[in-house]
């Protein structure tokens, strides 16, 4: 059974990092692109960024570009998003998923909240 866990979510204050990362289990990680998804209040859901199964291209959406960094592990099987310089517009639920025909899979989300 396939199982994408994020966790790392949390309150930060405007300015602020966090480390978010994805625990996958069930395929071949290191077998598959994976990507963040954030959902935002009001706005629906919206691509962050993806990396190729072997780590070696990465992909960002504009407003994230120099701001997060995606990575993986794939000896640990573990997907990471690195995000600094928080700002209250990346306040959102974040997904993992991956892409494997016909479906995409995702994990439960975490909630990230940037207030002061």
């Known amino acids: 059974e396939v199982q994408l866990v994020e966790s790392g979510g949390g309150l930060v204050q405007p300015g602020g990092s966090l480390k978010l990362s994805c625990a996958a289990s069930?395929?071949?990680?290191?077998?598959?692109?994976m990507s963040w998804v954030r959902h935002v209040p009001g706005k629906g859901l919206e691509w962050v960024s993806h990396?190729?199964?072997?780590?070696?291209?990465?992909y960002y959406a504009t407003s994230m570009k120099g701001r997060f960094t995606i990575s993986r592990d794939n000896a640990k099987g573990t997907l990471y998003l690195q995000m600094n310089s928080l700002k209250p517009e990346d306040t959102a639920v974040y997904y993992c998923?991956?892409?494997?025909?016909?479906?995409?899979?995702w994990g439960q989300g975490t909630q990230v909240t940037v207030s002061s």
């Open positions: 998923n991956f892409w494997r025909r016909p479906l995409t899979f």
């Open positions: 069930g395929f071949t990680f290191e077998d598959y692109g």
């Open positions: 990396i190729e199964y072997n780590g070696g291209t990465t």
